[in-house]
């Protein structure tokens, strides 16, 4: 089944063509980034402007790419998909009305998606260990969605079987990137930018003073699966109203130290869940699922690590000598890690969601849903 995904939840005017699901035969994404670059965040309107004017020669170029010929090559399209939400809902209904035209001109079936579950769906694509994998090997899995928007864990039982079980309760991970990026004066997009002062501190931290820059891990060791940054971002802010950044070192070491806090937290949670649950598997996805040191800690920071090749880590197995500390055996898990390009937001996830999740609805019922969040099914 070939799919036609359209992704414009937010500044990313996307489409792509996807195969049965894991085969991305051609993916586009226009994005207004740096416009919202000289405001230090995204201006809705822009963003939505922008998306009318991509939108439509965006398809063309996808279908393009894929050797679909426009307009005779729509008929090898077999369904269309569209995130519905979460999202801008400026954003929202560029993507949403021009999928619908599309699916009553062309006479296709056409897909709600989920914006948050799709973000679970880039870990399959042009993944050869997830193919090889039967649903049985690969579920129950804990997801972990992190992004400038959200931050939450989902335990997804099977293809559409999902259950919420903790989110952030005010500022999510990347928000909070975004959000001490710009008191130190790191412009947006906040995560890349402190990730890059955080590989220097790393490559010059013995040049520091003797005194040690260490900030807090909100809720780490809470006993619930829920998440806070807000209070991290005020400590940042209470460290440089004490601290004159004009030796470059400092502000790298915060940097360093902000990275740090941000993924221990993160990780702790995620492994804790898939401890509690059992888990056979864990996904991650959303735009700071790219961190390099958050991908890195989730390999390290386990009590029995031992690594596999290519997308998927064996992240977790048995012990045959149980760690004291631990009281108890950890479960045997894979780390699925997207590639990079599917981790923000892109519409070949969105085409893979659809297929995993066909449930055609008739394009007069479709609408932009900017509150949607994931409905649990047992």
Not at 116 to 142: C, D, R, W
Not at 266 to 286: C, M, P, R, W
Request: charged fraction near 20%; hydrophobic fraction near 40%.
């Amino acid at each position: 089944m070939i799919i036609l995904g359209i992704e414009t939840s937010c500044d990313e005017t996307a489409a792509a063509i996807v195969k049965n699901g894991v085969e991305v035969l051609s993916s586009s994404v226009a994005s207004s980034e740096e416009i919202h670059k000289k405001y230090g965040g995204i201006i809705p309107e822009k963003a939505a402007r922008e998306q009318l004017k991509s939108i439509i020669p965006v398809i063309k170029e996808t279908l393009l790419k894929a050797n679909l010929s426009f307009p005779k090559g729509v008929f090898e399209i077999d369904a269309i998909a569209v995130t519905v939400g979460p999202g801008l809902i400026g954003s929202l209904l560029v993507g949403v009305e021009t999928a619908k035209t599309l699916a009553w001109l062309w006479k296709k079936p056409i897909i709600p998606v989920n914006h948050l579950i799709a973000h679970f769906y880039g870990n399959f694509l042009n993944n050869k260990t997830m193919e090889q994998l039967s649903n049985e090997t690969i579920f129950p899995a804990v997801c972990l969605i992190v992004s400038g928007g959200h931050t939450e864990l989902v335990l997804m039982k099977d293809h559409g079987k999902f259950l919420w079980i903790g989110g952030t309760r005010d500022d999510a991970a990347g928000e909070c990137f975004d959000k001490t990026a710009r008191l130190l004066g790191l412009g947006y997009p906040g995560g890349p930018a402190i990730s890059a002062k955080a590989a220097i501190a790393n490559e010059t931290m013995k040049q520091l003073s003797n005194e040690t820059i260490k900030l807090p891990r909100p809720m780490i060791n809470d006993d619930s699966f829920d998440f806070s940054f807000s209070g991290l971002k005020t400590a940042v802010l209470n460290r440089i109203k004490n601290t004159k950044l004009t030796n470059p070192l400092i502000t790298n070491q915060l940097a360093f130290e902000i990275q740090e806090a941000i993924a221990d937290v993160l990780v702790k949670k995620t492994l804790k869940a898939a401890e509690k649950f059992n888990v056979k598997s864990i996904l991650i996805g959303g735009g700071v699922a790219a961190n390099d040191r958050l991908r890195e800690k989730l390999k390290l920071d386990t009590r029995c690590p031992s690594f596999g090749s290519g997308n998927s880590t064996r992240l977790i197995q048995p012990c045959s000598k149980p760690d004291p500390s631990a009281g108890r055996q950890m479960p045997d898990a894979r780390l699925f890690v997207p590639d990079k390009k599917f981790c923000t937001d892109n519409a070949a996830m969105i085409a893979s969601a659809a297929y995993f999740n066909y449930h055609p609805v008739p394009w007069q019922k479709i609408k932009a849903d900017p509150g949607l969040e994931i409905t649990q099914i047992a």
